[in-house]
């Protein structure tokens, strides 16, 4: 049955990560496989039109890039002439969604495949023998999930991924956690090992040559028992401490990346995981900090770090789930001391909690606002999603106190994303001065007040859009409060031409301080927050409005 034409089509989302499910497919269906005539796109790709195939797959990321998603599948369909039994949508979305996929009226006859395709390739495909569906014989075959991905598809398209140059393995499925806010639990289950890493790192290199790093997807890796047999064969692998890689002569540092990150809590009650770690050329360590509650075990865990050399080190820090920003406040200046403390570079990375089953951005914590959430985005697009534990920066970033911090959430945010403008030298101070005069004013009720009619206003709403600027200064013009008026009359944007104007004042300025605000770190290793490419995407949008 060789030679089908099997098409894979990744959405036209922005990511860090190629897509790994569809490489271990197209391994499958490609040529140390069934032999057919694999091709990959990423989004709505017309070329693939005039072709007839006979089997496509859809992969799915983020709940809240639906859309994107949805436009994928309706093309997929297109591709094939509406012949819905040959389109087959897996992945993460479709896995933590699949009764609100297969519910869709205009996708009926799809398959939508929930969980890893771990069992045989006819069973995790659900394919019908009795309808003679291409491979439905096959219930024999490693599963696909086993298989060794194929780089080769990913040189078919233009898009570039940020890490591509990487081995990307599982040591392990699934987490020993139940937490409520992470998808792993329904997607992965509990934690058990896989086979060997060394296989596969070797048929990869032998394949497609050697790769540069070594990313682990693992959940949790750290609450794997085989946690030492694992780093031997990292170590073994030309992955060791201070491991290098020449590349035209040229020797480059390796890195291995434990990209989900690892779980302070088993760190701190068993140092030898962490001395583990340290055997490997790890950069950075990534070590996650949801909430204050694990303030003991993360700050036990950094410090085992520096202790065994590791001075590289970030975290992810989840925020608008039930904490309130202020809790978030204090797990970033942690960093801060602990930098000035230990004499080591953290950067946290805050990701923003989003329902895994929503299909858009528009969830809002119980201690958060629509304005404080935006403000936190505006902050972070400017900086790459970079918190810098460098005391000077993150203190004028973010504040020296958790209630600076909480005044700034409630700054018009063109005072944010303009900063250098308003702040710098740049010509705006006498306005951002008199702003702060106004706000000095108002009663901590006044600022609650504040926030939520801001929230109301400014930021669309079911079945209610957010006002106009015309709109806005008459409903702000209306306030019966004096004190708060006057403060409401500062967040009126200004207008196109004005934004205009001020972005090509605060260019030099901007653009050097921009720079200076990834802090060097490699493309590679910033961490992807699709909730930040959300809004960068708008952010950027607004700058081609006023170029």
């Avoid at 401490?241 to 480059?252: E, L, N, P, S, Y």
């Avoid at 050399?309 to 904490?323: C, I, R, W």
């Avoid at 409401?488 to 004042?505: A, C, M, Q, S, V």
Wanted: proline share 4%.
């Amino acid at each position: 049955m060789a030679n089908k034409n099997i098409l894979l089509i990744e959405p036209g989302y922005r990511n860090k990560y190629p897509p790994l499910g569809l490489m271990k497919i197209a391994a499958y269906h490609g040529a140390d496989g069934k032999q057919d005539n694999v091709r990959f796109i990423k989004g709505e790709d017309k070329s693939v039109l005039g072709e007839a195939w006979d089997r496509v797959y859809v992969t799915t990321l983020f709940s809240f890039e639906y859309e994107r998603i949805s436009r994928a599948i309706d093309f997929a369909l297109e591709v094939v002439r509406g012949q819905a039994s040959k389109v087959f949508v897996g992945g993460i979305a479709a896995s933590l969604m699949n009764g609100r996929f297969a519910a869709e009226p205009r996708w009926r006859g799809i398959r939508f495949i929930a969980g890893l395709l771990d069992k045989s390739p006819a069973e995790s495909l659900q394919l019908d023998e009795f309808e003679e569906e291409l491979y439905a014989d096959d219930t024999t075959s490693a599963p696909i999930e086993t298989l060794v991905p194929d780089y080769g598809i990913l040189s078919q398209i233009e898009y570039r991924y940020p890490v591509h140059d990487a081995y990307f393995l599982y040591a392990s499925r699934g987490c020993i956690r139940t937490c409520s806010f992470c998808g792993v639990p329904k997607l992965e289950g509990g934690l058990r090992e896989t086979p060997s890493i060394t296989a596969i790192v070797r048929e990869i290199e032998r394949r497609y040559g050697a790769k540069k790093d070594l990313t682990f997807m693992d959940n949790n890796i750290t609450a794997s028992p085989k946690l030492k047999e694992i780093m031997d064969e990292v170590v073994d692998l030309g992955f060791g401490r201070g491991a290098t890689i020449t590349r035209r002569g040229v020797a480059i540092q390796r890195r291995v990346d434990f990209n989900q990150g690892v779980d302070a809590r088993e760190l701190a009650k068993n140092p030898e995981l962490m001395r583990q770690l340290a055997r490997v050329c790890v950069s950075p360590l990534r070590i996650a900090f949801d909430h204050l509650g694990f303030r003991d075990d993360y700050e036990s865990a950094i410090r085992q770090a520096e202790a065994n050399g590791l001075k590289d080190l970030s975290n992810y820090m989840l925020y608008n789930f039930k904490e309130a920003p202020a809790d978030l406040f204090e797990r970033m200046y942690l960093n801060v001391h602990l930098n000035e403390e230990l004499g080591i570079r953290i950067f946290s990375f805050p990701m923003r909690y989003q329902p895994v089953d929503m299909i858009d951005r528009s969830h809002v914590g119980l201690k958060w606002t629509r304005h404080q959430l935006r403000s936190v985005q505006v902050i972070l697009q400017a900086t790459h999603g970079i918190v810098s534990g460098a005391p000077d920066f993150f203190r004028e970033a973010f504040g020296s106190t958790s209630e600076e911090f909480m005044n700034l959430l409630l700054r018009p945010h063109h005072m944010i994303f303009n900063r250098f403008w308003y702040k710098s030298g740049g010509g705006g101070e006498g306005e951002f001065a008199d702003f702060q005069a106004a706000f000095n004013k108002l009663s901590e009720s006044q600022k609650i007040e504040a926030l939520n009619l801001l929230s109301e206003a400014m930021f669309d709403l079911p079945g209610k859009p957010r006002l106009s600027r015309e709109q806005l200064r008459d409903r702000f013009v209306r306030e019966r409060d004096d004190v708060l008026r006057r403060v409401l009359e500062f967040y009126i944007p200004p207008t196109k031409d004005e934004e205009r104007r001020i972005w090509d004042l605060q260019k030099v300025v901007r653009g050097k301080a921009e720079a200076d605000a990834s802090f060097g770190l490699a493309e590679d290793v910033v961490v992807e927050d699709a909730g930040l490419q959300y809004f960068t995407d708008e952010a950027e949008t607004s700058e081609k409005q006023v170029a």
